[in-house]
């Protein structure tokens, strides 16, 4: 098969100039995280939700509303808290006395970014109210279906030193989040930088330079991005040696593996390396784009057995190992 | 004192009166001195042996303790005594003897002088003595010893026959490694960069006229990243291009050699997952950057930083 791929190149060259505006943009506000800002990008392009973990203060709120305003697009914050209710982020019926009739009143669901703050603490029925709209990108409210606006992407936050009086997202639910980003503390220089920035008597902000339009066309250009077969099946190598590490020649990590990633794992890896290429504005998938996106896919697809917990060897050690020991195309 | 060299003088001439040499005494116990030679060279020792034997256990008589027995032109150089019982006729008959080891001091008469024994009756608590001849013994001219006989000549022997041996079997081994070092042809080590060059060239089959020339691309990728896995060992299957020019970097090698190894697998890499092909021109000229870092390699021209 022959791939016209001069003119794929041409179609991603010019459908992701948006890139580095909004980038220029999101820089005047947020200070390093060059990573977080990646990969939210990374989540829009390819319709993937986002799952955060860091500790507060951070800037991922910031970084949220600071996208959302770089791409002038509807933003939600819902702060979760445990006595938050499905209808109060998915919307109701209200009885309007003047009418006899029941109306519609939709939740903060219906937006662009929708940013779930601290998402474990509210309880399972929540969890799930939300994150079926994250999988049908549609709510039904009464008996009236609305399809949710494109694009839509869902970033929710976890603190990890906090375990008390908070309701776990359950793998199966985790599994939806395309990818699971740990944020890091900002460098000395960026946290002096950040210093003088937000202690300004005008705090910086971002202009809107990309319309939701851009991106809807950005995410077809992502689809059309190439991936080789051998590109593929690198893929399904480091998927599949999460589940049978044996056959990779990493017996060791047989022992430490109670469940390897689910098949939506490959389709998200695929995706989110296509997005990748897309950012470095090539028309192609190279096994660069896997590694560098691999970590994040599968870090909270990999469950673990007791035995590793009890050496305290992490899932974001078991891939790194995984991914190190499959040899690239 | 008077009195007791007295007392001494008339039990000897009462001892010499009364007892034969050798000669039993009432009470049944008998007295035997004699020596291992009556003749003896100047350069040998003799045995004198003092037997006391008497029916009966051991108990029966307590002999008293005495000097060594005097002697004249001898020298007492060693002694020992030993107790035993043995059946002599149906009877148990108990025995002690005493060794002693005489040397002769100068050529003609030597003698060993009388002894008294005194001893004591255990049943009665009497005291009895015994008393033995005066023996002569001829010392005469010394024999020759034997050289063998002489242990220094033994130790000397030795040692030679041992030095010998060593130097026999040293000898042995040198030839022996000489004759290997003859007959083992030469090793010569050959350069890993030119079993990759032969490999590199085989990658060409002049019988393959597909204009596609891509999967030599892809081949020659793969050779120069077992190259460099084999050679630095550089992680050249496990990385992806530009992780292998950063542990290039971190390596400390000239940045010649990281560009060089950069153009060719980042083309290749634009080759392979792009979905393009090229024509074989194309990719004679990619993989002649390959063959170039391999020659480079071959010179030795490929360095790097401590």
New interface residues.
Partial sequence: ???D?QAINAKIERESAFVEKITSQVSKVIVGQRYMIERLLIGLLSDGHILLEGVPGLAKTMAVKTLSAAIRTKFQRIQFTPDLLPADIMGTTIYEQKTGTFSVKKGPVFCNLLLADEINRSPAKVQSALLEAMQERQVTIGDQTFRLPEPFLVLATQNPIEQEGTYPLPEAQVDRFMLKLSIGYPSREEELEIMRRMTRLETPTAEPVVTPEEIVAAKKAVHEV?I?P??ENYIVDIVFATRKPSQYGLNELDELIAYGASPRASIYLSMASRAHAFLRRR??????DV?SIALDVLRHRVILTYEAEAEEITAEEVVRRII?????? | MLNKTLLIAALFCLSSALFAQDNPSESGIRLKATVSAAETPLNRTVELVLRLTWSGDLSRYEISPFDDPLVTNLKVIGSGSSNRVAVEAGQPTAVREYTYTLQPQSLGMAYVEPMIIRYTDTGSGEQYYLSSGRIPIKVVDPIRESLLKRPILWLILLGAAAVIAAGLVVRRRLLKRKEMQNQEPAVTVRPIEETYLEELRGLFDPSDFSSDGSPIVEKGSRLLRRYLQEKYEAPGLEATTSELCEFLYAGGFDELFINKVREFLTNADLIKFSGRTIDRNEAVTLLGVAEAILQSGLRGEIHRSA
């Fill in positions: 098969m022959t791939v791929i190439y080789d051998k590109i028309g192609f998938v190279t096994p660069e590694r190190n020991k499959i040899e690239v195309p």
